[in-house]
């Protein structure tokens, strides 16, 4: 299994990034997906996650309204698309593989937002 992030960046609060996480390895239709954070000097924090075939998603409270999750089966990728980012959604993203358990996580990609 490998997951591999990317599209993290440093962005002022307001901006927007989108995340993308590549699968390789295992069969990804098969599986639901989430994205998972970690602030400096916190534990992690499921972000969002996705069933297999895309119809049901979930959303902390923190980003609901802001991020939307999404799949694309035939690519083997997943995405984040944040939206109105403020200081405190900085934090390193992992994609992982599962909905609220996390079986595999990739290496993670940075989100820095500042002014």
């Known amino acids: 299994v490998q997951l591999l992030e990317s599209g993290g960046g440093l962005v002022q609060p307001g901006g927007s990034l989108r995340l993308s996480c590549a699968a390789s390895?295992?069969?990804?239709?098969?599986?639901?997906m989430s994205w998972v954070r970690q602030a400096p000097g916190k534990g992690p924090e499921g972000v969002s996650s996705?069933?297999?075939?895309?119809?049901?998603?979930y959303y902390a409270d923190s980003v609901k309204g802001r991020f939307t999750i999404s799949r694309d089966n035939a690519k083997n990728t997943l995405y984040l698309q944040m939206n109105s980012l403020k200081p405190e959604d900085t934090a390193l993203y992992y994609c992982?593989?599962?909905?609220?358990?996390?079986?595999?996580w990739g290496q993670g990609t940075q989100v820095t937002v500042s002014s």
């Open positions: 996705i069933n297999s075939g895309g119809g049901s998603t």
């Open positions: 992982a593989r599962g909905y609220w358990k996390h079986e595999y």
């Open positions: 390895g295992f069969t990804f239709s098969n599986h639901a």
